[in-house]
């Protein structure tokens, strides 16, 4: 068997990347089965070793466990996201509740928990600060996870947490077969006014790649959906478009709304058995917030001037529409196609005139150059090391003395294969207990791809989406750390987008647009009076983008917050909470709860969507160190984010490792600066 199946080989390709060309979809039930047995045999091998319980023959044990397991769950996992296929759905939902069962197994293993809480209560004089963090770490993990309790309880949790999975995984498959069965497909003509030259060169590829030559495709994809809504001339067509892109899990076999009932119910009872009012309450007591209403206050506090600027806002677009004898009120899908007429009359600026600009190979140099500006690392592009798809790049990463410091793959455009939005995730994370092992990270997106020999172009949104990836990126890529569990991005949710958001704050400024935002056709760099109006209207519609968002992280928080979660209606219960908080006319979540796949489609993000702006005051406040220092790429403060942030993991606590960088907590008054929301007036 081993012979025959790649995915338990050695693999011999450059860097050890995935030899993605010899897996076959056949390959994974044999090496799941063999990878899971082997992870069983070396955890019994630890609970049971007659030797008494230290941190080397426990916890490092512990730590080189389960390799072969990792390695083929991180090929598939990968590609069930990025590239996948009836048949590797079919095997998630089957491997999805294994995983659960198998890894619940473990964390309630009386003989292994009492290895580890021996070890914690001794606490041995003699392990390393990184060492105290791992063990503090996994005993944590291990009650968090009902270690110690009744064996009823220990069952229950474990059937609960299997039953998530299966859960999770259906509610993420049908938000994608929604996202690929639909599509607007145009005829030309008057269905394609007010659309840019742009955005018809790529629905026309994207109708090419369905097959349908001389028509013009839109998809539900955010690169293809969102400038039809901010520029298509046509009402009608917007809001089939809008209500398509907002049903998404909400009808037919697709139906996410009994799993998101089961999953609230399934997740309360499991924060009951661990000893918590509410799974809100449960999740967020591991986090940076450390409570709901923690979370809730920042919220709050946001709520109130976005709302009203967001009302503002919305009176302007209506005098707008009425000034052209429109004769209609606006509506969700008039919102973008209105604010980018109101952007082009009070700031002269729209995005058609910036994308040109903004050519995706370009902000992926920038993205290149900036990283090397700050910590000293290049990126060469490799053609011989293998992929999972023929659109995926390789980027061998050096540290500023010639040493590896890992590969990159980017993964940028849109396809059925693919679920929506943008993410980072490793094939391979960084640690160096066993011997030096350095990171395989891929970036993964959904831009639409430009037409035949015309290069992709960006919106201001999506060149940023590639920054705040690459931040994320650059966490895996920079870590430097000997235990596998802090390594990387392994830090509390509400500290993770830190990096990458801070990350952001580089894309936007005249240093890196004058260089790399340069005309597609001509050659010719952003002219400054542009560059003045980008940066006159860097708030413009704020109340609209805080209010999408806070909206979300609100009605997570609320539904989390529910004691039972029996019979939830969830779109009753989002429309509820919408009410309650005064949800302004004509805006929608950024996320509507049947397909919001941070919150269900596994519990990355469930009680903690709220983190995006936790970590938003921390990079608000963070990038402030830069500009105080007089330099955006001053050397000592490079020095210092890398060492205490990026290349740090989890060696400590999150509050600690940003007063480290800092110096000092976070200013919290960042935050609503940045935003433009310090006053409410437009």
């Known amino acids: 068997m081993t012979a025959a199946n790649p995915l338990l080989d050695s693999w011999t390709t450059p860097f050890g990347v995935p030899p993605f060309a010899a897996i076959e979809t056949a390959h994974y039930r044999p090496a799941f089965e063999a990878a899971l047995a082997a992870h069983v045999r070396e955890i019994a091998a630890i609970a049971e070793n007659p030797e008494p319980p230290s941190f080397s023959n426990t916890i490092d044990a512990f730590e080189r466990s389960g390799h072969a397991l990792d390695r083929i769950a991180s090929v598939f996992f990968n590609l069930t996201g990025a590239h996948t296929n009836d048949e590797l759905d079919a095997i998630e939902t089957e491997i999805a509740p294994k995983f659960s069962r198998h890894y619940s197994a473990i964390y309630l293993n009386d003989a292994l928990f009492a290895r580890i809480d021996a070890i914690a209560k001794a606490a041995p004089a003699d392990l390393t600060d990184e060492q105290k963090r791992v063990l503090e770490r996994y005993h944590t993990a291990f009650i968090r996870s009902g270690a110690g309790r009744p064996a009823e309880v220990k069952e229950r949790i474990a059937a609960i947490s299997e039953r998530l999975a299966s859960l999770g995984t259906n509610f993420g498959q049908n938000v994608l077969a929604d996202e690929k069965g639909w599509m607007l497909v145009l005829d030309g003509g008057d269905d394609l006014a007010g659309l840019p030259d742009f955005l018809v060169a790529a629905a026309a590829q994207a109708a090419n790649d369905r097959e349908l030559p001389g028509k013009y495709v839109i998809t539900l994809s955010r690169s293809s959906i969102e400038p039809f809504l901010q520029f298509s001339a046509r009402r009608d067509l917007r809001e089939q478009a809008f209500r398509a892109w907002a049903a998404r899990g909400e009808a037919g076999k697709t139906d996410n709304r009994g799993i998101i009932a089961e999953t609230i119910a399934l997740r309360a009872e499991q924060a009951r058995l661990l000893g918590y009012p509410t799974f809100a309450h449960f999740r967020l007591d591991d986090s940076m917030a450390k409570t709901p209403e923690a979370a809730m206050g920042l919220l709050n506090s946001v709520w109130k001037p976005a709302r009203e600027r967001a009302v503002v806002e919305r009176e302007a677009l209506q005098a707008l529409a009425d000034a052209e004898g ?357």
Not at 391 to 405: I, M, Q, S, Y
Not at 448 to 456: I, N, S
Not at 529 to 544: C, D, H, M, P, Y
Not at 669 to 677: H, I, P, W
Request: without cysteine; aromatic residues 14%.
């Open 326 to 682: 429109a004769a209609i009120e606006i509506e969700s899908w008039d919102w973008r196609f209105y604010s980018e007429k109101r952007r082009k009359a009070e700031f002269d600026l729209d995005e058609s005139r910036l994308k040109p600009y903004l050519q995706l190979d370009k902000v992926i140099e920038a993205a290149f150059d900036t990283a090397t500006r700050l910590f000293g690392i290049t990126f060469t592009e490799r053609f011989d090391i293998p992929v999972y798809h023929p659109d995926v790049r390789v980027f061998e990463v050096r540290d500023a003395d010639g040493a590896l410091t890992g590969i990159f793959l980017g993964d940028y455009f849109a396809r059925p294969s693919k679920r929506s939005g943008a993410w980072m995730s490793s094939y391979r994370s960084q640690e160096k207990l066993s011997a030096e092992v350095r990171p395989i990270i891929v970036n993964v997106m959904n831009f639409a791809k430009g037409g035949a020999g015309e290069p992709t172009l960006l919106s201001f949104d999506d060149a940023r989406t590639l920054f705040h990836e690459f931040g994320h990126g650059l966490h895996g890529l920079l870590s430097n750390v000997t235990y596998p569990l802090l390594a990387g991005t392994n830090v509390a949710r509400d500290f993770v987008e830190f990096p990458s958001q801070l990350y952001e704050h580089w894309f936007d400024r005249p240093e890196i647009l004058r260089k790399f935002a340069v005309h597609y056709r001509t050659g010719e760099p952003i002219p400054a009076e542009l560059l003045e109006r980008l940066k006159a209207s860097r708030t413009f519609n704020q109340g609209f983008a805080t209010v999408e968002y806070v909206a979300s992280a609100l009605v997570d928080l609320e539904m989390h917050l529910l004691p039972d979660g029996g019979n939830l209606d969830a779109v009753a219960f989002e429309k509820k909470v919408l009410n309650d908080i005064g949800m302004p006319r004509a805006m929608a979540m950024r996320h509507r709860t049947p397909h919001f796949q941070h919150v269900f489609a596994g519990d990355g993000y469930s009680s903690a969507y709220y983190s995006y702006l936790w970590s938003e005051t921390l990079d608000a406040d963070g990038f402030r160190a830069f500009e105080e220092a007089g330099d955006i790429f001053d050397p000592e403060t490079a020095r210092r984010l890398r060492d205490f942030v990026y290349a740090a993991g989890n060696r400590r606590r999150p509050d600690e490792a940003y007063r480290a960088f800092r110096g000092r907590d976070p200013d919290p008054s960042a935050l609503l600066e940045k935003r433009g929301l310090m006053e409410t007036a437009v």
